[in-house]
């Protein structure tokens, strides 16, 4: 097993750019999540899906947008990225009942 | 809402020496806490946890113990290595919110040998 895959793993964008990140997972796992980890603030929470198809808003899910189309893949897209965004974007998943399972990370750069 | 409060950090270490990282918590409801550690470039990956009051978890030689009436979970180790130079997250999942974690800021771990 891969277990849970990010793509890409760099990535630098111009003020205004777009781009989507892609999280895949070959586990099953119902339950995926995005987060961003900026210096000093430990991880917060960017949107999450209980199942394929569907989406919820975590904490911080202003500039940013989810799709959940198939049950294995998590994309995460910013329609109009800003300096704001520059982040390290983790993705992870979890079956129902048990801990996440995180990926290796996408460092963005918006300049 | 809930939240997870670490040490500041960074904490620099002889390696053999003890190490604790503190962790306290704020929930409504009985949480879930659980220590991540993040190996430089890499990303999180679980190093124990514990889902109930008073239960210990442990693994690696690291270990924390779930006190409810003091909303701590604080990391301990009895002699550290420099292999254990890392980032440590503490973190907390409310039962009832689809397991949705929300971490401490992290500490910085460096072990000299």
């Known amino acids: 097993n891969a277990g849970v895959t990010q793509t890409p793993k760099f990535r630098v964008l111009k003020t205004g750019q777009s781009m989507t990140l892609l999280c895949a997972q070959d586990?099953?796992?119902?339950?995926m999540y995005w987060y961003r980890q900026d210096p000093g603030m430990g991880l917060r929470l960017i949107h999450y899906s209980v199942g394929e198809g569907t989406t919820a808003k975590g904490e911080v899910p202003d500039g940013y947008n989810v799709s959940r189309l198939k049950k294995q893949n998590f994309l995460l897209g910013l329609e109009s990225a800003a300096p704001s965004q520059t982040s390290v974007y983790f993705c992870a998943s979890r079956p129902t009942t048990d801990t996440q399972y995180f990926g290796p990370g996408t460092r963005l750069t918006v300049l | 809402g809930d939240s997870v409060t670490q040490m500041e950090g960074p904490v620099t270490l002889s390696e053999e020496a003890f190490l604790t990282i503190n962790c306290t918590y704020t929930?409504?409801?009985?949480?879930?806490l659980f220590w991540y550690v993040q190996y430089p470039g890499e990303g999180l990956q679980l190093l124990l946890k514990a889902t109930k009051a008073d239960d210990k978890g442990s693994n690696k030689g690291f270990e924390a113990t779930y006190r409810k009436e003091t909303t701590s979970f604080h990391l301990e180790k009895g002699s550290v290595q420099v292999s254990d130079s890392a980032v440590y997250f503490c973190a907390l999942s409310d039962p009832t919110s689809y397991g949705k974690l929300t971490f401490g800021q992290g500490t910085i771990l460096t072990v000299h040998p």
């Open positions: 929930a409504t409801g009985y949480p879930s």
């Open positions: 586990m099953n796992h119902e339950y």
